[in-house]
């Protein structure tokens, strides 16, 4: 069974930075996608960053050039580095995983794009930026 449990949220001032850790577990699939989202209070969860198999990566349009998503391997740990924090990114944000065991052509895009992909879900970590 695949687990991710989320850590390193916190309150930060804007313009400040933060780097969320998720340790993913049991994730053996030869195709995959990891990811973090975020949900904001009276908002639709939306995708932040998503790192497919294949080692793509991809990211929401509002946090390109801020955040970077990584993947240490030997440690099954994800990784969400933010910087320059805005309040609007406040919110709750949630590591998520999903996979098959066929080897399809993933890509960081797809899954971005098809967020239904991710199946597997952290309770979150929350994230305060202010003023």
């Known amino acids: 069974e695949v687990q991710v449990v989320e850590s390193g949220g916190g309150s930060v001032q804007a313009g400040g930075s933060l780097r969320l850790s998720c340790a993913v577990r049991g994730l053996s699939h030869s195709s995959y996608c990891i990811g973090w989202f975020r949900q904001a209070p009276g908002k639709e969860r939306e995708v932040v960053a998503a790192l497919a198999s294949d080692g793509s990566a991809s990211y929401l349009d509002a946090v390109k050039d801020r955040f970077t998503i990584s993947k240490d391997n030997p440690k099954n740990t994800l990784y969400l580095q933010m910087n320059n924090l805005k309040l609007e990114d406040s919110a709750m944000y949630y590591c998520?995983?999903?996979?098959?065991?066929?080897?399809?052509?993933?890509?960081?895009?797809?899954?971005?794009?098809?967020?239904?992909?991710?199946?597997?879900w952290g309770q979150g970590t929350q994230v305060t930026v202010s003023t």
């Open positions: 998520a995983a999903g996979g098959v065991s066929a080897h399809l052509p993933l890509s960081g895009a797809y899954c971005l794009r098809e967020t239904e992909f991710f199946g597997y």
